[in-house]
């Protein structure tokens, strides 16, 4: 009986509330009124942006570097709060790049891991030209040294093996000018890695100390760069913030990613290490999927993209 009354009195409460406050409303002038709608409205993108940093965000795949793990014109949700919750890194709607604090991670990327992460720039860029989300897979972690050998990756000596449902063609073959071409495109620069033999080459630890020369100077400048250092050479030396250096001490851990379809991705490969710090989540399910192109790579409409709705894509788990 006294849980009934509780019940009865709380769903009167209820009632009294909704009557006071659409009488509230029936008094309000027009402006009042529009000030009411948009406060609800930015009560609303507020928590959206809170929940967007802290629990879950929603990724568009825009290229088919990871088919056929997920493939070009899927949406996922993405788990952030498991690398560490974050302040906003975008202001929403402009993709203006905010400076952004990150709490503590659960756990730290591991190999395997299909991560999201914010694109570090181009080879030779210290920043890319605007704000990126990229997806890929963590193939190597802080002090783990990479090296693939015709496609076959290996990590610490050890194969990494394809995952279940990349996309992969061994038998295709490349033109010895492409494979020239591939070569001077590579990361790091002057080292003549190609896609598919590669290596090897440790991926960077916080604490590492990097001896610095005339030869492997230009392979180590972009990278000082992107951790916040001036590095040049001068009068033929090598300078850190404008003090003499032979050597440089890593700041930050790093991974190294890597498309599932491999003989189609550009990734670290070719753009370099992934800053730990820059790994912000890894996706969860599937939740809409539709082909946005067709087979000769232009934009579908509208129209053309609900007549290719792949619904047995819909609730894939990503792994």
């Not at 990479?146 to 990494?160: E, H, L």
């Not at 996706?283 to 192109?293: E, G, H, M, R, T």
Request: charged share 25%.
């Amino acid at each position: 009986m006294a849980q009934e009354n509780f019940i009865s009195q709380w769903w009167q409460r209820r009632q009294d509330r909704k009557r006071t406050e659409r009488l509230r409303y029936e008094k309000m002038t027009t402006q009042e009124k529009m000030i009411d709608f948009v406060k609800t409205l930015l009560k609303a993108f507020v928590l959206v942006v809170i929940l967007n940093g802290i629990l879950l965000a929603a990724f568009t795949v825009p290229t088919g570097s990871m088919e056929d793990t997920v493939l070009t014109g899927e949406n996922l949700f993405v788990n952030k709060f498991i690398f560490g919750p974050s302040t906003p890194q975008i202001i929403p709607l402009f993709n203006i790049a905010l400076p952004y604090f990150k709490t503590p991670p659960i756990r730290k990327p591991r190999q395997g891991d299909v991560i999201v992460f914010i694109f570090p720039g181009n080879r030779e860029q210290v920043k890319a030209d605007e704000f990126t989300y990229y997806l890929k897979r963590c193939i190597a972690v802080s002090g783990d040294t990479i090296s693939i050998v015709n496609d076959s990756v290996y990590v610490n000596g050890v194969q990494f093996p394809l995952p279940p449902q990349a996309k992969y063609d061994p038998a295709a073959a490349m033109p010895d000018a492409y494979i020239e071409a591939d070569k001077a495109s590579t990361f790091p620069p002057g080292k003549g890695f190609a896609r598919s033999n590669y290596g090897p080459l440790r991926v960077p630890a916080e604490g590492d100390v990097i001896q610095l020369n005339e030869t492997n100077f230009e392979e180590w400048r972009v990278f000082i760069q992107r951790e916040g250092h001036k590095a040049e050479w001068n009068n033929g030396g090598i300078s850190i913030d404008g003090q003499k250096a032979t050597s440089y001490t890593v700041e930050r851990n790093y991974v190294f990613g890597m498309g599932d379809n491999r003989w189609n991705s550009l990734d670290s490969r070719y753009w370099g290490f992934i800053p730990e710090h820059d790994v912000v989540g890894t996706p969860l399910i599937v939740y809409w999927s539709w082909a946005d192109k067709d087979r000769n790579g232009r934009e579908l409409s509208l129209f053309g993209r609900l007549a290719h709705i792949r619904w047995s894509r819909l609730g894939t788990i990503i792994r």
